[in-house]
């Protein structure tokens, strides 16, 4: 099924917090519109970009884009942006159920708003491993009331202008400000706009609720209760309302906690509850979220154990440095920088310059770093643009080290996220991470699987994932201050970049059999859809008459034919004899061709050959018919070890003696080349099949082949005449269904008549006692689809 979305995104005033402040909106609305969709569904989502002066792009986080990469929304990474007026289509399948999220995925835009939830159910039939009534979905943002610009820009600035606390928490695109608060500009808050009353959760008593709650916070960390309830089992004094609550950890903020109100039905929606909201844990009581992180497994009956083993282990140490004097945050020390070609198109196109070719380092100097203190050495760092290269299909892992940041006994909690690839988190800890003990401790029965998980301050978290998904996708701190890069404005080298960088699956989809169920029907369905186009356009440009059929592994047909009835189609090809029947789709030659397409080239140039001999024979019969029989010793030898011609690829030195004809009286002279030229012309002109043949191969050179022709005199000394002909054929497996003409058309057969009328000596040296020796050298070379075919025949006059 196709779900089809048409947006506009816009700048507007909105007052999410009370405050007015202009901010994107899709179809006028912050939080966006949600994506609701059945797993297998296409989501399509044409997107208008109506920011007049920015550009745009839509990150869908969390759908990892099998086989659709371009579709990622990563601005740098995966795609150009859209620019201003332009509308792009997103179109990608959602293969898994769950709760994701989508958000601009350019400069720092995602925090002016651009965001939504997409929720993937089931397909029908299935049912969840829980029940419940009801399905809610609930975003929690941070919020703040000046713009990404002014933020961006004192992020680039020396000194430095860090953009401090959020003013605002929003649960559902919600939250409130102080209006009253000091330095308000007039007319700028209303604590009695409609757009911040809070967001009211309504619920019926005795119902069981799923809560699908994602937090896009631009900085925070937060925590989320509602005040009074167990989040597994509801049994609560349905007569009021309750605090439902986010509140920042983590960071020692002064940002006040977001409120919603979880309403009971049928109490009124904005009755407040009579209790004080909850207070908030300990900003720095980190004990408790470490605990939580390592009590979350995966669902009993739902495990899917990592591979016990990885094959390569990436250690990122995070830190706060200097670059040029600007504040970054790096990988290793290595600060990255966004390439002004996006990886994936640069790949394609094989622009391998767009950005450096060393890859950043797999380490850190483990020995000497102290993560506790500010460390002095590693203040300055380096920057970079370089991915890491991964071979497909292997196990990497990789542990996030936290460290101190430049300030003083100070550590951060960063969310790392992954594009195109859930991971395992088989690991945390605190500390340095050790790498011959920590290993040990590893999780890998039940870990749950992510793409975003948190690395605690000072602490370590050990991820391990299958890079199987070919592409160049992101991997970096979810914090959009820390991810801020050059785009926005003029920024390019004075970004504050932290921990993106691009993990970049170079190899093709290998042909083997796809184990992952989910995975195969995606594959399935993709390929089925995009072979259908191309038969379809295959029949219409080319006027052929085209069938295709298959069967799914669970039976299901899917069929196309050009035709009306498939039938028809069908029936031609079952009268067909046996031995055209058998005839199969050959596959194309890539860069090189394989010893199949040689051998398959090899066999008919012998065809080739053994035709020209034939020819030859015909015509030395012919003219010795019009000679006095006792003078005439013809002899043509074929030298049939050119029929087990091998092009040794070694030029001029490869010719074969075809024939030698020997005649009874030594010619009065030589002919001279140009001679030569003319008696094969006046050949042609005694002949008007050949000279047909002759203008249609003119013909198909100069529209289809670079097919050409010419005598000239290579070895003046040995009067060897050549004749150099290059025929060019498209190996295209519709051109060799007729056995006579193999692999090569038609027009090479009017090359190789047209070079044996060149052959033919002149009238004048006929009457003469001559030895005509010729020599054939051919070589084939391929160029992508394309076989040249290359024949050198030379003969000499004696
Ligand atoms: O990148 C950051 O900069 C500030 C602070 O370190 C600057 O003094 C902060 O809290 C960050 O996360």
Partial sequence: ???????????????????????????????????????????????????????????????????????????????????????????FVVDRPGTYLYHAHYGMQREAGLYGSIRVGLPDGQTEPFLYDYDRSIILNDWYHKSTYEQAAGLSSIPFVWVDEPQSILIQGRGRFNCNAPGIEAGLCNATSPECVPYALTVVPGKTYRLRIGSLTALSALSFEIEGHNMTVADQDPSRNYW????????????????????????????????????????????????????????????HPPPQTSDRVIVMLNTQNRVNGHVRWSVNNVSFNLPHTPYLIAYKHNLLHAFE???????????????????????????????????????????????????????????????????????????????????????????????????????????????????????????????????????????????????????????????????????????????MKKANEIAVCC???????????????????????????????????????????????????????????????????QRIIAKKNAMVDNLSASYQQQNFQKFLVVDHSL????????????FDEVAVRKWPNPPSHHPHHDDLQTASQSQYSTNSNLRQLSSSLDLEAGQQSTAHHHLNNMDSNEDYYNINCDVDTHADAATHDDQHHDVFPHNEVCQINTLFDDLLPPEDAIEDNTIWRSKIQKSALWNGMTCFLMYKISFKLQ
């Fill in 1 to 91: 099924r196709v779900r089809l979305y048409k947006w506009e995104v816009k700048y507007e005033f909105k007052s999410p917090d009370c405050y007015k402040k202009l901010v994107i909106t899709i179809n006028g609305r912050t939080p966006g519109p949600s994506i609701i969709a059945q797993q297998g569904d296409t989501i399509v989502v044409e997107l208008k970009n109506s920011l007049l002066t920015e550009n745009v792009a839509i990150h869908w986080h969390g759908i990892r884009q099998i086989e659709t990469p371009w579709m990622d929304g990563t601005e740098g990474v995966t795609q150009c942006p859209i620019l201003p007026g332009e509308t792009f289509v997103y179109r």
């Fill in 244 to 303: 439902a609550s986010a509140k920042v950890v983590s960071r020692n903020s002064t940002t006040p906690n977001g409120l919603a109100i979880f309403n009971y039905y049928p109490n009124h929606p904005r009755r407040n509850p009579p209790t004080p909201p909850p207070v908030r844990p300990r900003w720095d009581d980190v004990g408790p979220r470490l605990s939580q992180s390592l009590a979350i497994k995966a669902h009993r009956g739902y495990i």
């Fill in 357 to 531: 070719q060393t890859p950043p380092p797999d380490g850190y100097d483990y020995a000497n770093y102290d993560i506790s203190s500010v460390n002095t050495k590693n203040v300055n760092a380096t920057t970079s643009n370089a991915a890491y290269r991964l071979a497909f299909n292997t196990t990497v892992d990789i542990i996030l080290q936290n460290a101190n940041t430049m300030n003083p006994n100070n550590s951060e909690t960063h969310p790392w996220h992954l594009h195109g690839h859930d991971f395992w988190v088989v690991g945390y800890g605190t500390g340095k991470f050790d790498m011959f003990n920590d290993p040990k401790k590893y999780n890998l029965v039940d870990p749950i699987m992510k793409n975003t998980v948190a690395v605690h301050p000072y602490g370590w978290t050990a991820l391990r994932f299958r890079a199987d998904n070919p592409g160049v996708w992101a991997f970096h701190c979810h914090i959009e201050s820390h991810f801020f890069m050059g785009p926005l404005g003029n920024f390019s080298d004075c970004a504050f970049s932290q921990c993106l960088l691009g993990v970049e699956i170079l190899n093709k989809l290998a042909i083997n059999k796809i184990e992952d169920i989910t995975r195969c029907q995606v594959t399935f369905s993709k390929r089925r859809s995009s072979l």
């Fill in 543 to 609: 006027d052929v008459d085209v069938a295709f059929v298959a069967f799914s592994p669970s039976g299901r047909i899917s069929k196309f034919c050009n035709q009306k009835r498939i039938e028809d189609v069908l029936h031609r090809y079952v009268n067909l004899p046996v031995e055209k029947r058998l005839k199969d789709y050959e596959l194309g030659p890539e860069q090189e061709p394989s010893l199949h397409q040689l051998s398959w080239c090899e066999r008919n140039l012998k065809h080739s050959l």
């Fill in 643 to 654: 029929l087990n011609f091998h092009d040794q690829n070694s030029g001029n030195n490869n």
